[in-house]
């Protein structure tokens, strides 16, 4: 009876360890399930037989019980299971005859084992092998006494184990495992035996999804895989590609890139005759985007915020707005923060440069308003941004 209790306290305290984990990623999962435990062919003289004799003998040689086990990953391939195991064992063996089998009095088995396990597989279906070790107790009977012992107790001893299996992945969180294991005992008294089981896995925690590596061969913030200008450091509103001469046009499509300032294709215009005035415009909009969970401004962050500053510069009175916005990474709550802590960065630069506190409002949006799907990592970087809109209402 003591042997149960502690049997239950261990499993409480393996299940409970896993559980801390579920609201995050986690390299935890539980498992329950039924196992069989056979005596039979582990190459010994009768009652026991040659090693694999009728291995799979269920009437005959199985004892049914259940388990529970708690499973940490490590690595992708590597990880550590420990099980508890309840069985009453009736069926010892066969002395060779028909209807001749060595048959006890349900004596109860407990089982503690620890394994490390090695994972093959990739996909759903994952082939794996196993080692570890052991305790397990089986009370006394005919074959198995103990001269240590009165024939009540249940007599337990080391034992050395190992393990083939094969899990399946049925959804993110459930799977199948199917186990064979073999557990050679450390002493005489406890028989060398079988003991094989099947269960459902439970993944706690949320799946981490791993993000395919982001190649940025300039550092300019946009993957090669959307940058039309890879090769060199430009910007994000460009799609990559730099303008050098600043006047609107990116150097991919600027016939003069070099030009101080240029229109349409990026070269000075001879002069015109004179025309009508140009109204010079009321507002103006821009877009700076950040790192995953930074808040700070980079280089092409400030030179495009300054473009705000010198158009404040135009007039006597304005105001601008500043929101700012997050992509889906991290949680809700987080991201409330850090887009907060985006518009508040580019509200204190819009300040360092002389634009009037007082004419700047900001607003936090967090990953509520995305500009596009958060699906792929282009579409989270277009999302990790700030906006800006300034209005001239007075010259």
Not at 218 to 233: I, R, S
Request: charged share 20%; aromatic share 10%.
């Amino acid at each position: 009876m003591k042997k149960i209790y502690a049997l239950t306290i261990l499993v409480f305290a393996m299940v409970n360890t896993a559980l801390i984990a579920q609201e995050t990623t986690s390299p935890w999962s539980i498992e329950v399930g039924i196992n069989e435990v056979d005596l039979y062919p582990v190459g010994e003289s009768m009652p026991q037989g040659e090693y694999f004799d009728e291995f799979f003998n269920v009437n005959d040689h199985w004892n049914l019980g259940v388990y529970v086990a708690a499973t940490r990953d490590f690595t992708k391939h590597l990880s550590f299971t420990a099980t508890a195991s309840i069985n009453e064992i009736s069926k010892w063996g066969d002395f060779g005859k028909a209807d001749e089998s060595a048959l006890v009095e349900n004596k109860e088995y407990y089982g503690l084992d620890g394994m490390i396990n090695y994972d093959f597989g990739s996909g759903r279906l994952q082939p794996y092998i196993a080692a570890g070790g052991g305790y397990t107790w089986i009370v006394e009977g005919p074959y198995n006494t103990s001269t240590a012992n009165g024939s009540d107790d249940a007599i337990g001893a080391g034992t050395v184990n190992g393990a083939v299996g094969l899990t399946y992945e049925m959804s993110e969180h459930f799977g199948l495992k199917l186990q064979f294991m073999y557990k050679h005992a450390f002493e005489d008294y406890l028989t060398k035996h079988f003991q094989h089981s099947l269960g459902i896995t439970y993944k706690l925690g949320k799946t981490k999804v791993e993000e395919p590596e982001v190649i940025d061969t300039d550092n300019d913030g946009v993957e090669d895989a959307y940058d039309l200008c890879p090769d060199v450091f430009g910007l994000k509103e460009f799609a990559g590609c730099p303008d050098t001469d600043a006047d609107g046009v990116p150097d991919s499509l600027d016939k003069c890139p070099n030009n101080e300032f240029g229109t349409g294709t990026g070269c000075k215009e001879a002069p015109k005759a004179p025309v009508a005035p140009v109204v010079t415009p009321t507002s103006l909009s821009k877009t700076v985007y950040f790192d995953t969970n930074k808040s700070s401004l980079d280089n092409n962050a400030q030179v495009i915020v300054d473009d705000i500053v010198k158009f404040a510069k135009t007039g006597s009175t304005y105001t601008i707005q500043v929101n700012g916005y997050a992509d889906t990474t991290g949680s809700a709550k987080y991201n409330d923060v850090l887009s907060m802590k985006r518009a508040n960065n580019v509200k204190t630069y819009l300040t360092s440069k002389g634009v009037a506190d007082s004419s700047i409002s900001i607003k936090s949006f967090g990953e509520s308003e995305p500009a596009t799907s958060n699906a792929t990592a282009e579409g989270k970087s277009l999302n990790r941004r700030a906006e800006l809109v300034i209005e001239v209402t007075a010259k």
